[in-house]
């Protein structure tokens, strides 16, 4: 496996091969963990030189296995100060793994703004840093376009930052093919702080076809069979089940069902939906093109994350709004659930008299405007830019975060196993890590959470998997365990469900490991007093346990 070092500080580019101690972590986040933890001191701080970020492909991405999208940046995030992966579907992983690299990593910080090409016809160079003077101040939509035209290629050869990436906003996104996102953790104010407005892949490597040929007509059948909310709908076929299930989250945080879900939901939304839109070797196609008429706007999504976050959980209950606001968080480069926890916060302390900037719950107008000041860094945007946790603490306002992330749209008010999820994931409050809310929504059992820790750590062993095959985790809903282990099978050789587990395992550890040594430990492992349910310490306790970590929540 091949691996591209990039130091902007030098202005080097040189290629290696990968260690065969790295490249048994496969790909993805497991790959990038390791040559992360590697390579990076545990008390780098997030905006500082000496942090890198490493752009990995998966095992699979690109192939012809169903599902093969998705590519990962590691990186420490400014918003959480752990170390964070995070992944994007689309089509940028496939580009960059034509390039023939497994691993790009990126150091040091450039004098000015440069980005980077990796390409074709490079001559001896593999890669080249070219001036980005020009392309310094553009929002992601004017520099993804102008891009495409110097480089001579297509919108889903870009990953780039916006204008929040520049200000360095703690929830910038890596926004890729444009409407795309390496999204949570900031990871966009990571590469604004290197100077570095985007990279291009336009790699001429063929991904070999035959590989997968005896499985993947299986796998491409089961997809085309199956009927789910998530093919009809997309994402926001989540939100009736959320709101039904108490897990909706509305008025920041402080309720979880929302009176006006009707007017934001999946059938709602279909009335906005012009086309659907899907990732590499995906017919799921999950993805809606949305058109409001009245702003004149056509964009990708909202997902349902968004229609929480800046619909139910700031009372906007307009789609042609929430339509224009997921707009503006993409034109921005800013992550939404961060967005619109940051100006929940600003309302709440608004509504009590705790700042002199007055906004209102439903006031999208005056959201429209604070999501471009995020970006700017402008005002009282400049606050907000920091992150919720940092604003209300400041404000003297209830927050709604683990390790610093801003809770999603599974509430553990109504999924309480998802509590116990949130609270030891080593990238904060993030509803991927194991998905635990598919587990419990529907369940009778969905507010308890004693037993649920064997889960967790299951489904977060799997999905340390998935993430580093390059594998969409909504594949869970389609395939089955002896799926993901004839597939892995092609990767490693033979593997069983318990070797799965293993590797699993090693991923979560090593992320704990560092952020260990970076002084976090069970402190943080903790949910918000009105969301923790009844026997959370006990459950936490048996998670550790079952982990094989010291009572402090540390690997020993
Ligand atoms: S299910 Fe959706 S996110 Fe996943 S690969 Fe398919 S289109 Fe992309």
């Known amino acids: 496996m091949n691996l591209l070092r990039v130091n902007l500080t030098k202005q080097t580019i040189c290629t290696d091969e990968i260690d065969d101690e790295f490249s048994c972590f496969i790909g993805g986040r497991g790959l990038a963990t390791a040559l992360f933890a590697d390579e990076v001191k545990p008390d ?120 929040a990436g520049e200000h360095q906003v703690y929830f910038a996104n890596i926004m890729t093919q444009m409407h795309r996102a390496f999204g949570r953790g900031g990871l966009g104010a990571v590469m604004g702080n290197k100077n570095l407005k985007a990279v291009v892949a336009s790699g001429g490597n063929m991904i070999p076809a035959g590989r997968y040929t005896d499985i993947d007509a299986g796998l491409w059948k089961k997809v085309v069979d199956s009927m789910t909310g998530l093919k009809y709908l997309g994402t926001s076929s989540i939100l009736d089940v959320a709101n039904s299930n108490q897990a909706l989250p509305t008025r920041n945080y402080s309720a979880t069902t929302y009176k006006d879900a009707g007017k934001i939901d999946g059938e709602a939304l279909r009335k906005h939906t012009i086309n659907v839109n899907t990732c590499h070797s995906c017919l799921v196609a999950c993805k809606r093109v949305t058109q409001s008429k009245k702003y004149n706007i056509i964009t990708e999504g909202p997902e349902y994350e968004t229609l929480m976050a800046l619909g139910s959980n700031l009372c906007v209950n307009s789609l042609d709004d929430i339509i224009k606001s997921n707009y503006l968080c993409n034109k921005y480069g800013l992550d939404t659930i961060s967005t619109g926890a940051a100006v929940a916060g600003l309302i709440e302390a608004s509504e009590k008299n705790r700042t002199k900037y007055k906004i209102a719950w439903g006031d999208y107008d005056g959201v429209h405007k604070l999501i471009e000041m995020i970006a700017k860094r402008e005002g009282i945007g400049a606050e907000l830019a920091e992150g919720a946790a940092a604003f209300a603490q400041k404000h003297d306002v209830p927050y709604y975060t683990v390790k610093g992330l801003d809770f999603p749209g599974h509430d553990c008010r109504g999924l309480a196993g998802q509590g116990l999820s949130y609270a030891v994931s080593n990238r904060g409050a993030d509803h991927l890590y194991s998905m635990e809310y598919m587990e419990e929504y529907g369940s009778p059992e969905r507010t308890i959470i004693t037993g649920k820790a064997k889960r967790v750590v299951y489904n977060e062993n799997r999905n340390a998997v998935l993430d580093s095959m390059a594998l969409c985790k909504f594949s869970v809903r389609f395939y089955t365990m002896d799926d993901y282990l004839k597939i892995l099978s092609k990767i490693t050789g033979s593997m069983e469900e318990k070797d799965m587990q293993m590797l699993g395992a090693s991923i979560v550890e090593m992320e704990r490991r560092f952020n260990c040594k970076r002084g976090f430990d069970k402190k943080d492992d903790v949910l918000p007093k009105i969301m923790k349910p009844s026997g959370f310490e006990e459950e936490l306790k048996s998670y550790y346990r079952l982990r094989g970590w010291a009572k402090n929540g540390c690997p020993e």
């Open 44 to 163: 780098v701080k997030p905006l500082h030189s000496d942090n890198k970020l490493i752009f990995t492909t998966g095992a699979l991405t690109g192939s012809s296995i169903p599902f093969s999208a998705r590519h990962n940046v590691t990186s420490i995030s400014p918003l959480t100060n752990t170390i964070f992966s995070s992944n994007a579907g689309g089509n940028f992983g496939c580009e960059l793994a034509r390039t023939g690299y497994r691993a790009v990593i990126i150091e040091g910080r450039a004098s000015s703004p440069v980005y980077l090409y990796i390409g074709e016809n490079m001559g001896d160079e593999p890669a080249e840093l070219r001036d980005a003077a020009h392309l310094w101040g553009a929002d992601v939509f004017e520099a993804t376009v102008r891009l495409t035209k110097e480089c001579r290629v297509h919108f889903r050869n870009t990953a780039v930052i916006g204008i």
